[in-house]
Each structure stands twice: as structure tokens, then as C-alpha cells.
């Protein structure tokens, strides 16, 4: 059975799509027949697609920037990753969900991060498939700079979100110059990108 993974918050700037595509790369590197729905009218994921050079593992493009494409997905898919648009009201969001069996939230630790993703962390509790725990709600701390991992600040941070990370992704330039050229940093078997690589195992495990 496909699963669906909706990456989503209302706060801009948090890494949606970054984030939304290096899982996309993580499972075809896995082996996994993924697909990439793009929901986002700002059309980034799809973008980044069509810069995706033949001869690297497959992702299947997926629109869903049309309302009545929701819920659309080619067959064969073992994941559908969906890159979700920032500003969207409740319903909008409802109807993401209602296909989802998780939600990632890439938060920045930040204060205004921090207001507007409790705000959006409690618009998506009172959506009945999560509140019934159908979809579960996953945070990713990301863009950390590389020695705040571990940092007392970070920690109290999380903690004023009431809910820890399942992954701590740092900021590195290779997501960008990758990006550049329809990659991420799993098609490339780099010894310097192996760290980082591994900062995503634990989001994938527990999805």
C-alpha cells in the first residue's frame, strides 16, 4: 500500500520543499518506488524535477496544485511525498491530510517560528484523521547550524513546543548547489555528504 507523507507548515521559509524532495531522494535511494506531489502553486518541487538529469533514481511527478487533483497518484507508488503550499486555510489543509498517513513539520528554532508553528500545530490536532492518530505529526528541526544540535537553547526550545524532533537536519550549502541540478544529497555517494546523509536516518525510521 502507498503511503502518503505531507510536508507541511504555515510559517514560510522553514525548508518545505528542501525537505519535501531530500526525503523523496532518501527513499529512492532506499530502493522505494517514490513519487513527488507537488500542492504548492509556487510550483518549486516541479521545478526541481524537471532539473532532475536522467540516468539517477526515479521520482515520479505528481500535480496537485489543482484542488480536484488531490488525492491523484500514478500506480506502483510505495511513497507519495506531498510538498504542501504555506498559506492555506483550514480547509485546504484538511483535504491534505485527509490523504496523509504522516505530516512533517520543518520548524526553524526560532521565536517567531516557534509562535506560528504551535498555531499551525493546532490547527492540524483539531483535524479529525490526526486527532484519531490516522496521521501523525512529526516535527523536523531544521536549518540548524552545525554546533547548535546539542545546544541548552535548542532543547528549551522544543520544550516551549511541547513536542521534541524527530530529526535534527544542519544547514549545509550542499542542499542548494545540489538542488541547482535536480539532485539531493542522496544521489551522490560522497564521503563528506555521509554525515549528513545520516542526520535524515532517524525521520525515515520512524516513518
Known amino acids: 500500500m502507498m503511503k502518503t507523507i505531507l510536508i507541511a507548515n504555515s510559517k514560510g521559509g522553514c525548508g518545505k520543499t528542501t525537505v519535501a524532495v531530500t526525503l523523496a531522494g532518501a527513499l529512492a535511494r532506499g530502493g522505494w518506488t517514490v513519487g513527488l506531489a507537488d500542492a504548492d502553486p509556487q510550483k518549486s518541487s516541479r521545478r526541481w524535477l524537471k532539473r532532475r538529469p536522467s540516468g539517477i533514481r526515479p521520482i515520479a511527478q505528481v500535480d496537485w496544485t489543482g484542488a480536484r487533483s488531490v488525492g491523484?497518484?500514478?500506480?506502483g507508488l510505495d511513497w507519495l511525498i506531498v510538498d504542501a503550499p504555506?498559506?492555506?486555510?483550514?480547509?485546504?489543509?484538511?483535504?491534505?491530510?485527509?490523504?496523509?498517513?504522516?505530516?512533517?513539520?520543518?520548524?526553524?528554532?526560532?521565536?517567531?517560528?516557534?509562535?506560528?508553528?504551535?498555531?499551525?500545530?493546532?490547527?492540524?490536532?483539531?483535524?479529525?484523521?490526526?486527532?484519531?492518530?490516522k496521521a501523525e505529526a512529526l516535527l523536523?528541526?531544521?536549518?540548524?547550524r552545525p554546533r547548535q544540535r546539542s545546544s541548552a537553547r535548542l532543547a528549551a526550545f522544543f520544550d516551549k513546543m511541547g513536542q521534541a524532533p524527530v530529526?535534527?537536519?544542519?544547514?549545509?550549502?550542499?542542499?542548494?548547489?545540489?538542488?541547482?541540478?535536480?539532485?539531493?544529497?542522496f544521489d551522490r555517494d560522497l564521503a563528506a555528504l555521509r554525515p549528513i546523509q545520516d542526520q535524515w536516518a532517524p525521520l525515515v525510521d520512524a516513518l
Open 140 to 144: 523536523v528541526a531544521n536549518r540548524l
Open 167 to 185: 530529526a535534527h537536519v544542519t544547514e549545509r550549502a550542499a542542499y542548494g548547489d545540489l538542488a541547482d541540478e535536480g539532485l539531493t544529497i
Open 72 to 75: 491523484s497518484a500514478p500506480k
Open 86 to 133: 504555506g498559506a492555506q486555510d483550514e480547509a485546504a489543509l484538511k483535504a491534505l491530510v485527509s490523504e496523509s498517513h504522516a505530516v512533517i513539520v520543518p520548524v526553524l528554532p526560532s521565536t517567531f517560528d516557534a509562535d506560528a508553528t504551535k498555531r499551525f500545530l493546532k490547527m492540524l490536532g483539531g483535524i479529525k484523521r490526526v486527532r484519531k492518530g
